[in-house]
Structures are given as structure tokens and as C-alpha cells.
């Protein structure tokens, strides 16, 4: 009779792994998506031609008009990057790594909103000023 009420042992290390592991895979996702909107403003501005792009490698990607190699290096540094986080998501540091990068990437889109709404109101300007 006392087997019939037997519950088994929780699997709180399990479980903790388990919710751990997924917090770093939506970190790691956000992160990408962020990525991604960074790519998206830039190929904006430099399309519109008003870029002054602080990364070295990719103002030679720009000036010489090598669009998809920007783009294929940027997804290619992303994945590599996020590959490696996940690849070490069992060290303590990787969390913390993770909201970096998306405090950091989150801070860019947020200036690149700003650089946007400078531009528009620029346009704007411009425009009012022509139809005078």
C-alpha cells in the first residue's frame, strides 16, 4: 500500500538546467533580432548615402559597394558569436554575456531610432524648404 502513494524525487537540477538552457536561447534570439534591425538601419543609411560607419571592416564593405558581402559578414559574425555562447551556455559568465550584448545591442537600435528621426526631420526640412 505505501508504494501506491510513492512520488518520485523532484528533478530541481534537471529542471534548473532546463529553464537556464531556454533563457539563454531567448537571450541569444533577442540578441540575433537586434542584430538584425542593426543590419537593417544600416543598409538604410547607406543606401541613402548618409553612413558614417565606425566599424573599419565593414566602411570597406560600404565604400566599395559590396552590399551582400556586409551582409553575409554580419550574419556570419553573428552566428559565430552566438555559436560560441551557446556552445559554453554551461559557464556561469554566459548569462551575463548575454545581457550584455543585449543591453548593448538594444542601446544601438536605440540610436539608430534617433539617427532616424534626425534624418526624416532633415528630409523634411528639405522638402518644405524645395516646395517654396
Same mark, same amino acid.
Given at each position: 500500500?505505501?508504494?501506491?502513494?510513492h512520488?518520485?524525487?523532484?528533478?530541481?537540477?534537471?529542471d534548473?538546467?532546463?529553464?537556464?538552457?531556454?533563457?539563454i536561447?531567448?537571450? !541569444?534570439g533577442?540578441?540575433? =533580432? @537586434?542584430?538584425? +534591425?542593426d543590419l *537593417?538601419?544600416t543598409l538604410?543609411?547607406? %543606401?541613402?548615402?548618409?553612413?558614417n560607419e565606425?566599424?573599419p571592416?565593414a566602411?570597406?564593405?560600404?565604400q566599395?559597394?559590396l552590399?551582400?558581402? !556586409?551582409?553575409?559578414?554580419? =550574419? @556570419?559574425?553573428? +552566428?559565430c558569436? *552566438?555559436g560560441?555562447?551557446?556552445?559554453l %551556455?554551461?559557464s556561469h559568465w554566459t548569462?551575463?554575456?548575454c545581457w550584455?550584448?543585449l543591453?548593448?545591442y538594444?542601446?544601438l537600435?536605440?540610436?539608430w531610432?534617433?539617427?532616424?528621426?534626425?534624418v526624416?526631420?532633415m528630409?523634411?526640412?528639405?522638402?518644405v524648404?524645395?516646395s517654396?
Open positions: 500500500m505505501a508504494n501506491v502513494f512520488l518520485p524525487a523532484p528533478r530541481l537540477a534537471q534548473a538546467g532546463a529553464g537556464r538552457t531556454f533563457r536561447l531567448l537571450l !541569444l533577442a540578441v540575433a =533580432i @537586434l542584430n538584425g +534591425v *537593417l538601419y538604410f543609411a547607406s %543606401r541613402i548615402h548618409i553612413l565606425v566599424n571592416i566602411a570597406v564593405f560600404i566599395q559597394g552590399v551582400s558581402s !556586409l551582409v553575409s559578414f554580419k =550574419i @556570419l559574425m553573428v +552566428v558569436g *552566438l560560441m555562447l551557446w556552445k %551556455r554551461a548569462v551575463p554575456a550584455t550584448l543591453i548593448a538594444t542601446y537600435g536605440v540610436i531610432y534617433q539617427w532616424v528621426c534626425a526624416n526631420s528630409y523634411e526640412t528639405t522638402l524648404n524645395a517654396r
